[in-house]
């Protein structure tokens, strides 16, 4: 946790609300999942997760340390090339891929993940026009992640996912078929995001992605990618069960890689796409008191900051959180935490009881990495600063937002 003076001697270059990036935190997620999984099982590749926080701070990172960026938009695929990661440790994914999006990917041998029959047009359409090429494309399973009781284990009350293709039969054999001679499948990608990220998800994908590689390109599939989704650490606020380890999931999907035939002869590269579990922790927010105020008994403490900053989603949790005074107290005080924005809804915390707070002290907000930032348009206000520590001091890796920024693309004439 940060001192009172240093938060005032980061806001006079960041100004005020702003972001620290953990950087140690977010090097160790990184290393523990790598140690977990290539421990067990040697061909491994992390692709993070870029819509999960795209800072090109973060991101470099992962390219110094050998990772492959996951994207799932052409402005993702554009962040990863400036960043410089080779783009054949670029993994396309996401629904909607136009065809130059594909051209420029398949130009550039990245990793793309086919999701749907236009897309596969797109690779005929590339493919006629490159006929002496060996085109490599991947394709995004849609499988049916139901578990013994015939209940489905995909996220929320959907049970049917959207994306890719379905295993049925029917809708394979036409998928076979559309694809051209010279397109070769290198890649199953089997992304599903569940109700309870256990492990048996996990085991379940790696399983059927392996059963489709066997049946259908037994010679050619060289990446079993299981997607992301998987827990990182979980904030004792958050109050849940207990959630399985890196280890756990490590141990599970390794044990199918090891024992399935298939896999065992051709060796495939075993690709995870974290995204929460990376950033989450990586990521604090720190925001300045303008107000508190006493409403027929309840008390409103309105900071600069915003529940877009730190819970985009608006989910109930209150997020892990210190209070920083400017003269410290022992005095404590039960207060909702409400955001700079002018909708009611913008709460952050709920009913807390901490130390009494005063305008101009702070809140340090902890655990808003994933889903914040990349989130957030500049509602009401602008897009807050991020900072990383550079030794003692701190460097800006984002300036606060200007406002002309946010107006510069609009038309103000009438
Ligand atoms: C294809 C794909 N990969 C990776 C992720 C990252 O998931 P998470 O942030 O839950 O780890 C997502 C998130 O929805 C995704 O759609």
């Known amino acids: 946790m940060k001192t009172y003076d240093e938060i005032k001697k980061i806001e006079v270059v960041a100004g005020s609300p702003f972001y620290i990036f953990n950087e140690k935190e977010f090097v160790n997620n990184f290393d523990n999942i790598t140690k977990a999984f290539g421990s067990r099982y040697e061909k491994f590749v992390i692709g993070y997760s870029f819509k999960t926080n795209y800072i090109p701070y973060m991101c470099n990172i992962i390219r110094k340390k050998g990772g492959f960026a996951e994207v799932v938009s052409r402005m993702e695929y554009d962040l990863a090339l400036k960043i410089g990661f080779d783009p054949k440790n670029i993994i396309f994914n996401g629904p909607m891929k136009h065809y130059e999006d594909i051209e420029l990917a398949l130009d550039n041998q990245s990793i793309v993940n086919l999701d749907c029959f236009p897309e596969i047009d797109h690779v005929s359409k590339y493919a006629a026009a490159n006929p002496d090429k060996s085109i490599e494309v991947g394709i995004r399973v849609n499988m049916n992640l139901s578990d013994d009781s015939g209940a489905s284990r995909v996220h929320g009350d959907i049970k049917i996912g959207r994306f890719g293709f379905s295993t049925e039969e029917s809708q394979m054999v036409r998928l076979l078929e559309s694809l051209p001679d010279n397109v070769k499948v290198i890649s199953l990608h089997g992304h599903t995001t569940s ?189 807050p600063a991020i900072v990383v520590a550079d030794g003692s001091d701190y460097k800006l890796i984002r300036n606060r937002q200007k406002a002309e920024d946010v107006f510069k693309d609009y038309l103000f004439e009438g």
């Open 195 to 383: 109700i309870d990220r256990s492990t048996w998800c996990y085991k379940t994908i790696a399983q059927t992605l392996c059963d489709i590689a066997v049946k259908h390109w037994p010679d050619t599939i060289r990446y079993i990618n299981i997607g992301g989704g998987i827990y990182g650490y979980i904030p004792p606020e958050f109050r849940f069960a207990e959630t399985p380890s890196f280890d756990d999931y490590a141990a599970d999907v390794a044990k199918v890689l090891n024992n399935d035939q298939w896999a065992v002869k051709q060796k495939p590269f075993l690709v995870l796409e974290p995204g929460i579990s990376m950033a989450s922790n990586a990521l604090s927010f720190i925001t300045k008191v303008i107000s508190v105020k006493a409403v027929r008994g309840k008390t409103f403490v309105t900071v600069d900051g915003s529940a877009f900053n730190t819970k985009p989603t608006f989910h109930s949790y209150n997020m892990p959180h210190y209070i920083i005074k400017q003269a410290d107290t022992d005095q404590t005080a039960v207060y909702n935490v409400v955001g700079s924005t002018c909708m009611e809804k913008d709460v952050m915390l709920t009913e807390v009881t901490n130390k009494k707070l005063e305008r101009d002290d702070y809140i340090q907000f902890d655990n808003v990495g994933a889903y914040t930032n990349v989130f957030t348009p500049p509602f009401i206000n602008v897009a």
